[in-house]
Each structure stands twice: as structure tokens, then as C-alpha cells.
């Protein structure tokens, strides 16, 4: 690993391979047919092998090569287990970045990785592939810095010969990388919220936005990257659902190509180890616009979310 560059480029490099490495799992076990689905607070909070197996695998991957490095993930999986060893290639496109001052002076203890093995599971095991990613977080001083998103079915409808999967990143002050950016149609508002966890309160306030179109699907990363590539222009979330695993990366992108991520009242949401891990007051997301967004959440709303 190139010793030279700073700490928390070498951690996300490593994160670019090990989110690689996570994807093929996630499509060998999916190819397998066997996803060993188990519930953990009821039919719509859902757990695979996959969940399990990406999880340990990269904790064990980033505990060998960043032994100082604190690792949050989702999942409550033994630390022995049987991981894959994930030796992933590192990203030298990353490795070559000229990192933000204030960002190159952060040690390797001073990292905070917030990790969502597989985000979007409910969608993983009905079939909606190219609804799950792998969210891989880092972040520092209480705030999301940098992030790495694996959509392992990326291109699964385009057919055969098409390249399956592909790795999104970025750094603030750097930029983000691996997409493809694009306007909003017609200067539409499109509203991107949860296909699995509505309620009155969720719908309500997608409603308050006044969209022209509502989309529905899973996952907060799969999400996020529909703002960046101009297929939706707010996200929208008035529930506590999420946690710090599924915002960490996907913020630190959106805040690296220029937009905002915060809770329903419009407040940065904070990241340092002894966070609650729950994003109570909802998430709002745009990459233009945000303040338009934030004005028309309804009082009702913002009365029923407390940070
Ligand atoms: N009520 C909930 N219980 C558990 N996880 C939730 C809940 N609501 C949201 N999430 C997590 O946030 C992600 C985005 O939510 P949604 O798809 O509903 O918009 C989900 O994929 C899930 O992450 P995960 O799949 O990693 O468990
Ligand atoms: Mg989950
Ligand atoms: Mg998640
Ligand atoms: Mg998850």
C-alpha cells in the first residue's frame, strides 16, 4: 500500500477494493438461491448470509490492514465467523488524489468507518436487484468526510456482455467519482422516497413537496445516487428508519459533488462513535434546491420528529 499517501485516502482505497469484493458475494450468494433470510425486528427489518458474510468479511479486511481503525456496521455478527478473505485491489485512482489539508492531518484512530454491508435487503430478497448497494463510510470529527458505494447489480437488465456492478466514491473537497451526472428532465420534481416503510407521516410530507412524480424504492444509497444521476431531485424520508450506517457514505458523496443531506428540520447529521445510531428526525436530501425542499416540510411533520 502506498505509504506515502494520507491515512484516510489509504483507508478509502482500501474500502473501493473491499466494496468490490463485497458485490461478488452479494451476487454468488444471490446466484446460489439460498439467501438464509432471517428476521430481526419483524418482517421488514430482514437480515441475509449476505448481510452477515459482507459484514464480517470487510470488518475483518479493514481490522488487519487499519488495526487502529473503529468499524460501525449493522449487523451483530460473531467476529470469528467464517469471513472471505477479501483482499481486494486498492484504488489508485484514490491513491493519487491531493487530499484537503484539513482532511490529510486525520490519524488512523482518529477514523470513524460506518458500515451497511447491504443496504436495501428487503429488496435484495424480493428480486429488486439493482435496488441494493454496499455503503462503506468514513467519518471524522463527528462529520461524513468520505464514502464508497458498490452497486453489485448495476446494468443487470442491460443483457448479456453488459459489465455487471460498479463502485461510486467520494471526498469533500475532492468531488465525487464513478457515475454518470445528469439534469433533472424537463425541470420536473421528482420525488424518490421508501417503497417498504411508508406510513401516513412518510406520504404526507412527499406530498408537501408538491412533486410531478413520486418514485418508490429501496435503499438509502440506491437512493442518493438517483439525485447525483438526475433521476430524482429530492429524497425523501420523514421516519426514523434510517441509521448512520445507510447515511454516512451516501452524504459524503452527495456533500462532495455539491448537495446537502440532513434530518427533516434541516440539521447536518453527526457521525462521531457515541452518536445514537438512529436518524430519528427523518432524512431530506437533494443536490439542488435543498432549501425549497426544507421550507415545505409540513409543521406536522417536524412536530412528530425530534432529533
Ligand atoms: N423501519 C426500518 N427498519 C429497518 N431498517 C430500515 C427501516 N427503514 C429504513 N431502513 C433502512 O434504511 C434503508 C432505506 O430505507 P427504505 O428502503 O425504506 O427507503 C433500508 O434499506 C434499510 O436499510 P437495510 O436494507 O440496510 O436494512
Ligand atoms: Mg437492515
Ligand atoms: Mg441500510
Ligand atoms: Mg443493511
Redesign the pocket.
Known amino acids: 500500500m502506498a505509504a506515502s499517501a494520507p491515512v484516510l485516502l489509504r483507508v478509502l482505497s482500501a474500502a473501493y477494493g473491499a466494496a468490490e469484493r463485497a458485490g461478488e458475494i452479494i451476487r454468488r450468494i444471490m446466484s446460489e438461491g439460498d439467501l438464509g433470510i432471517v428476521e ?2 419483524g418482517a ?4 441475509t448470509k449476505a ?1 452477515r458474510l459482507v459484514q464480517q468479511s470487510i470488518v475483518g479486511y479493514l481490522a488487519r490492514h487499519f488495526p487502529a481503525l473503529k468499524v460501525i456496521g ?1 449487523e451483530e455478527v460473531e467476529a470469528g465467523g467464517s469471513p472471505e478473505l477479501l483482499e481486494g485491489s486498492l484504488s489508485d485512482e484514490i491513491l493519487q488524489q491531493t487530499c484537503p489539508e484539513e482532511l490529510s492531518k486525520a490519524q488512523e484512530n482518529e477514523l470513524i468507518v460506518w458500515l ?1 454491508p ?7 430478497t424480493e428480486g429488486l436487484l439493482d ?1 441494493v448497494t454496499v455503503l462503506i463510510g468514513l467519518a471524522y470529527q463527528g462529520k461524513a468526510v468520505a464514502g464508497v458505494i458498490n452497486q453489485p447489480f448495476y446494468n443487470y437488465k442491460a443483457g448479456k456482455g453488459a459489465q455487471l456492478g460498479r463502485t461510486v466514491w467520494g471526498v469533500l473537497g475532492i468531488g465525487g467519482f464513478g457515475f454518470h451526472p445528469a439534469a433533472i428532465p424537463g425541470g420536473k420534481c421528482i420525488v424518490v ?5 411508508s406510513n401516513k407521516l412518510v406520504n404526507d410530507c412527499v406530498d408537501a413537496m408538491m412533486p410531478d412524480k413520486v418514485v418508490r ?4 444509497g ?2 442518493v445516487l438517483q439525485l447525483i444521476e438526475g433521476q430524482a431531485s429530492a429524497y425523501v ?1 420523514a ?1 426514523p ?3 448512520k ?2 447515511t454516512c457514505a451516501p452524504e459524503a458523496i452527495l456533500h462532495a459533488f455539491g448537495g446537502q443531506l440532513t434530518d427533516m428540520h434541516g440539521n447536518k447529521l453527526e457521525y462521531h462513535p457515541t452518536v445514537k445510531h438512529q436518524n430519528s428526525a427523518g432524512v431530506l436530501a437533494a443536490l439542488n434546491d435543498f432549501d425549497l425542499f426544507l421550507n415545505r416540510v409540513p409543521p406536522n411533520v417536524k412536530a412528530a420528529l425530534h432529533p
Not at 217 to 220: C, F, K, L, M, Y
Request: glycine share 12%; charged share 35%; aromatic share 8%.
Open positions: 430481526k425486528n421488514l427489518d430482514l437480515q448481510d449493522e451497511d447491504l443496504d436495501g435487503t428487503k429488496e435484495y435496488h422516497t421508501t417503497r417498504s416503510h424504492v429501496g435503499g438509502a440506491n437512493k424520508f421516519s428508519g434510517t441509521k450506517w445507510d
